[in-house]
């Protein structure tokens, strides 16, 4: 993923910035896919974008409890796209 990691890699932030700001100008939701640490949540909250989904807001599962739900919902909300975080 392009997202993991981000924080430390300058070529990645500038591609990320890029499409960002190129997205934002045409009206298209930017998503941040594959935020897995609370440093890739903060670098694609700096740079603007959208949404975002990934480990970092809750693994895989084939069922959500209330209490995962509610964890959840502490740290980010839910976009309206379903299944994606507003961050």
């Known amino acids: 993923y392009i997202i993991r990691d981000l924080y430390k890699d ?3 932030r500038s591609i990320v910035e890029f499409v960002s700001c ?3 100008q045409h009206g ?3 998503v941040a896919e594959g935020i897995e640490t609370q440093k890739d949540l903060d670098v ?3 740079l ?3 949404a975002g989904q990934g480990y970092y807001f809750c693994k895989p599962q084939s069922e ?4 995962t739900f509610k964890n959840l919902s502490r740290s ?7 299944d994606l975080f507003t961050i």
């Open 10 to 12: 300058d070529l990645k």
């Open 22 to 24: 190129f997205c934002k």
């Open 28 to 30: 298209i939701l930017v």
């Open 44 to 46: 694609a909250r700096n």
């Open 48 to 50: 603007g974008l959208d």
């Open 64 to 67: 959500l409890s209330i209490e």
């Open 76 to 82: 980010a909300k839910f976009h309206p796209n379903g």
